[in-house]
């Protein structure tokens, strides 16, 4: 989060102060800082990140953009999981497999290729995003009674 708002902060001074850094782009420089390492970062490689000054203009790479891209990715996956792991996310998605889906679904003894296909298509209702494995799904679903 900490590389979030260094960028965040640059992207301010960039959009509303001619690109001139202030006191909350130079803290969030120097937070940043302390945990710019590819080990904190859990990256290969750090977003290139200039200097802040407080009242110095301040400068972007492409580089920095493009490792940053790869932190909000990060971001939102660890986000996606922990969200996909919770009791309400679990109660959204009753309510919405409910609403999409009057009564439990059942699935013929297909091949196990078909059957994937279909969950993911159920899913896909909800207008969620469809899972990548569908086999601990699948037993959730059973679990559930939502499908047979």
């Given at each position: 989060m900490r590389c979030y708002r260094y960028f965040k902060e640059?992207?301010?001074c960039l959009?509303?102060?001619g690109g001139i850094a202030d006191?909350?782009?130079e803290d969030a420089y120097k937070e940043f800082l302390?945990?710019?390492t590819t080990t904190n970062l859990g990256v290969k490689?750090?977003?290139v990140h200039e200097p802040i000054i407080k009242g110095q203009p301040i400068k972007v790479e492409l580089r920095g953009i493009t490792g940053f891209c790869e932190i909000i990715l990060k971001i939102l996956t660890t986000l996606d999981a922990e969200f996909a792991r919770s009791e309400k996310a679990?109660?959204?998605f009753l309510r919405?497999?409910?609403n999409a889906h009057v009564s439990p679904i059942f699935l013929t003894r297909r091949n196990i290729y078909q059957r994937e296909n279909k969950i993911r298509g159920?899913?896909?209702k909800l207008q969620l995003p469809e899972p990548t494995t569908v086999s601990d799904l699948e037993t959730w679903l059973l679990s559930k009674r939502l499908i047979f």
């Open positions: 640059c992207r301010n959009a509303h102060k006191d909350k782009t302390v945990v710019a490689e750090v977003p679990e109660k959204e919405r497999w409910k159920l899913v896909r």
